[in-house]
């Protein structure tokens, strides 16, 4: 039999994430060990539901309306005003733009990674969110980022205006989720 020709290697969530948004002036990163392996904990995280969370749950329900607390956040990321820039067996990328620092719920509904990729619209941003797990020596680690990156100088404004106000509190809400996810994992494992 040949020899298969040397492919280049598929790029990693963390990677995508960068090549896309590589300006992003709002980075937040998570990251929760677990004892299971990192199928399992991959599974986990898909089966965690909105209402499994309490702060982040409420956020998100507020922000975009009619979001039903029995969905998994792997299914709100692939919903709109999301959408799944690229996903692999243990891996995803999501992304949404708009205006996220009005009380309108600004998020016009995207068409797939060209519509993210090209978004372009003054006073706007484009964030990107990507979740992915890490096998680790004792098990798995599972990771969340997300990047914001603004259109335009006063999109920038609006959204440093924005974190200053909310992004002492993210490192409270924003790892929930993972928490929940590796405490379920390693309880089945």
């Known amino acids: 039999m040949g020899r298969i020709a040397d492919q280049a290697p598929t790029p990693t969530a963390p990677q995508l994430l960068r090549s896309w948004l590589p300006d992003a002036e709002v980075v937040t990163r998570h990251r929760r060990r677990a004892t299971a392996e990192p199928d399992a904990l991959w599974r986990a995280a898909r089966d965690v539901r909105l209402d499994d969370t309490r702060a982040l749950g409420r956020l998100v329900r507020w922000r975009i309306p009619g979001t039903p607390g029995d969905l998994p956040y792997a299914e709100l990321f692939a919903r709109p005003p999301f959408t ?18 009005t009380l309108t719920r600004d998020y016009p509904e995207l068409d797939g990674l060209d519509a993210f990729a090209g978004w372009s619209i003054p006073g706007t941003v484009r964030v990107a969110f990507a979740h992915w797990v890490e096998p680790d020596r004792d098990g798995s680690v599972l990771v969340s980022e997300a990047r914001v990156e603004a259109v335009d100088r006063r999109a920038a404004l609006r959204l440093r205006s924005l974190w200053l106000a909310v992004g002492p ?3 409270l809400i924003g790892a929930e989720p993972l928490a929940l996810a590796a405490s379920r994992a390693d309880r089945e494992a």
Do not use: K
């Open 84 to 101: 799944v820039l690229d996903e692999g067996p243990d891996w995803s990328v999501s992304g949404l733009c708009g205006r996220i620092w």
């Open 169 to 171: 509190f993210e490192r």
